[in-house]
């Protein structure tokens, strides 16, 4: 099997152009270009190449799970929707962990866009160490291609709010255009970098993949440090996860930090649970205070998104991803029971959803459905609590 790819890729190489020289002796990088996006399976890990360590420091969370608590209304939603995983934290512990299709406890799911908070939560650090200016530095400092470019004077801002006024990637060449090599993990810096700008920065909503991988390579550019390593050490070990991966786009090359942080979802768990306590975990500090409001906080352009992450707040049956309500939506047919939460929106229904005014932080990942309803799983969740309180 091996060699036949390398064969193909050979071809596609000397034919078609636009693949390097170091994809086709890597058969799952040339597979995945060739077969679409990427599939959420419960060992993602095993279906990408390269992968670089972000190591961890485990300690276990607490466990307390109560009897009082009725969630069975959550799991039939989980189930409905193909989840791998469902679990539960409030008041200080997992009070719910559950897996299924294939899941478990070391499952390292493809969670894709819920990379985009954790990179926006590394981008707090490198700001309050001052490597990164602050949310309106020009990106020209650290992106060397643009520091003679109008391109340059977008800002950290406009990146992580979605609005760079930078143009979606070209889906035309069907495997082989730039969204399809980008999807598949190809080229990632030339790609990010090779859009032209069609609007003002900060004046249009539209969340594109590469925005997030330009804030990967402005925090890499910063700091001096791998993406890996540098989440490593002031992140993952600090939350006591466990082992997780990046995907690269070659051997030694760029980490993705738009999707394809490959986690245990115990580990999401422990993010939210970072972020609801406004920046600390285990009563040590991660993140400023004053950063966690900064990424919750509703954008000028968006009052539904913040710094890479996504509020329930103001309420909306349909929630786009641009303005010109192109592509699909996403429904919560029921408004939200805590109007104040946020949440980590990966595609497909990969969730972490933070409620401060009920101590609850809620992950759950899954085989992607575009059907996924946004407000049905952390409204059952949040009337069970409710429920054990009167019994």
Known sequence: MKKILGIIGLAVLVGGGGFAAWTWPYPKLLANSLSGPPVSVPDAAATREPLETV???????????????????????????????????????????????????????????????????????????????????????????????????????????????????????????????????????????GRKLIHPPGSVFDYRNPNSQMGGLIIEAATQRRYADYLSEKIWKPLGAKDAYVWLDKPGGTARTANALLARAEDWLRVGIMLKDKGEFEGKRILPAAWVDEMTAPSARNPNYGLQVWRASPYVKERWYNEAKVGAAVPAAEPWADPEIFFFDGFGGQRVYVSRAHDLVIARLGKPRMDWDDSALPNAVIAALEKAKTQ
């Open 55 to 193: 190591a961890g420091d485990y300690r276990p969370l607490p466990r307390a799970e109560n009897q009082a608590f009725d969630f069975s209304a959550a799991e039939a939603i989980n189930q409905k929707y193909d989840g791998y995983s469902l679990l539960i934290w409030h008041n200080g512990a997992v009070i719910f962990e559950r897996y299924y299709n294939g899941g478990d406890s070391e499952s390292r799911t493809e969670p894709a866009s819920m990379h985009k908070s954790v990179m926006a939560s590394l981008m707090g650090v490198a700001i309050a160490e001052g490597h990164v200016k602050g949310l309106d530095e020009p990106v020209a400092p650290t992106i060397p291609e643009w520091a003679n470019d109008p391109r340059g004077q977008i800002t950290v801002r406009n990146v992580l709010n979605m609005a760079t006024g930078l143009e979606p990637l070209s889906p035309a060449g069907g495997p082989l255009s730039p969204n399809a090599r980008f999807s598949q993990g190809l080229f990632m810096r030339g790609l990010t970098l």
